[in-house]
């Protein structure tokens, strides 16, 4: 059921606000949306004017829209991406931030027939390598210097400053090779010239990760900070872990990245147990992930409160944090006049039997499930990917990266 093309007032009725920030109490409350898409009235038994229409929450969650700061959306323009319909706004999701699927040289593409068209808003990360993630992992968009063009991903950023928020690059040894850590050095004097921040994905050396996290400066990410990968993993290393709890301190983003190979339920255990949160929480969703381990924003939300992390933390992270890396207003999203952009959602009992990055299994006490995503005066009902049955071509997919040869 969606209420997409009826612009009558919405009333939510009965939601429980969390994830607004200080000052916004978390009981029920009703929310009254106008026609024109804005935030009309907060409060107690709000009457519905003549002809609203009415979503009864019945206790349920309302937060800001969800953020999903790391997906992969150039759907035909990339091998690895998926269509933004699929991890968006029916899973809860507001805006789908794309991490670097499009460089300078297929960019425009990627605004024009996916970010324009979209239902959610879309952001991205502009790769460093000119040709993105066309071929991803196998051709690599940083062999050498011929793969970056500063001049032209420079100007590529200035062309679109509505839309590319921030450089993205991959760090790891699958990637850049010999090349090493050069390619990061780069990205962060392209970004620095933009002032923009960098996002950085690190995996198996080189570079190691500590180098990388020595370039850095706050505002820039680390995505896939909680992979399980020898020589990446922070965990293994104290040294690694005290470097990424400073940088942490010190403003430089840590982001969950789940991805296919690229998140650990002991990483994340044992960093949450020692008070190293991640900054954003985010999916890493993409074709060879989505259907394994990943599936959609909810369940990773799920897997980060299931090793320790708390439920207020788990929205922030989740909704203002990554709002806040790409510039969007963080306050007064529930205050009369304000264009609605909201997640209504349940937190169940659970006993889903679920998998990390690693193929570990682990079991979901409580599971974070949207069932309404609320854009201006539109309201859509949401749900939970739910993956198909495990086919014999899945089974046969790489355990890191879940590539499946045969397709
Ligand atoms: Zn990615």
């Known amino acids: 059921m969606t209420f997409q093309d009826d612009s009558s007032p919405l009333l939510i009725a009965g939601a429980k606000p969390v994830g607004f920030g200080r000052g916004v109490p978390q009981e029920a409350t009703d929310i009254l949306i106008g026609g024109d898409g804005r935030i009309a009235a907060v409060g107690h038994s709000l009457q519905a004017p003549d002809g609203a229409r009415r979503i009864d929450a019945k206790g349920a969650y309302v937060s800001p829209g969800w953020v999903d700061l790391h997906a992969h959306v150039w759907h035909g323009g990339t091998d690895i991406s998926i269509k933004p319909q699929v991890c968006g706004i029916e899973r809860g999701v507001t805006t789908i931030v794309d991490a670097g699927s499009a460089g300078e040289a297929n960019f425009h593409g990627f605004r024009e027939y996916i970010i324009e068209p979209a239902r959610e808003r879309i952001k991205a990360f502009l790769n460093i390598g000119s040709i993105g993630l066309v071929a991803c992992n196998r051709v690599s968009e940083l ?239 949401a749900s939970r990917y739910v993956p198909p049955r495990k086919s014999a071509l899945e089974s046969s997919a790489c355990p890191h990266c879940g590539w499946i040869n045969a397709r």
Not at 344 to 373: C, K, Q
């Open 143 to 381: 062999i050498d210097m011929r793969s970056i063009d500063i001049d032209r991903t420079i100007a590529c950023v200035e062309a679109n400053r509505d839309i590319i928020i921030g450089i993205k690059v991959r760090a790891s040894g699958v990637i850049v090779g010999a090349w090493g850590i050069t390619p990061v050095k780069i990205a962060k004097k392209v970004a620095k010239i933009l002032k923009l921040p960098l996002m950085v994905h690190v995996g198996e050396p080189p570079p190691v990760f500590d180098e990388v996290l020595e370039i850095l400066g706050p505002g820039d990410v680390v995505t896939h900070c909680f992979n399980g990968k020898a020589a990446a993993n922070i965990m293994e290393d104290e040294d690694l872990f005290q470097l990424a709890q400073r940088c942490a301190n010190d403003g430089i983003r840590l982001d969950v990245g789940h991805g296919g190979a690229s998140f650990s339920f002991k990483v994340a255990e044992l960093a949450v147990q020692r008070g190293l949160l991640p900054f954003s929480i985010s999916t890493d969703l993409h074709a060879r992930s989505l259907d394994n381990p990943v599936w959609d924003m909810g369940t990773t939300m799920s897997k980060l409160l299931s090793v320790g992390m708390p439920f207020e933390a788990v929205i922030d992270a989740s909704t203002r944090a990554p709002m806040e890396v790409i510039g969007l207003p963080t306050e007064n999203l529930l205050s009369p006049g304000t264009r609605a952009e909201f997640t209504v959602f349940e937190v169940n009992d659970s006993d889903l039997s679920i998998v990390d990055s690693m193929g570990y299994n682990a079991h979901l006490p409580r599971l974070i499930e949207p069932i309404w995503t609320i854009l201006g005066h539109e309201a859509v009902k």
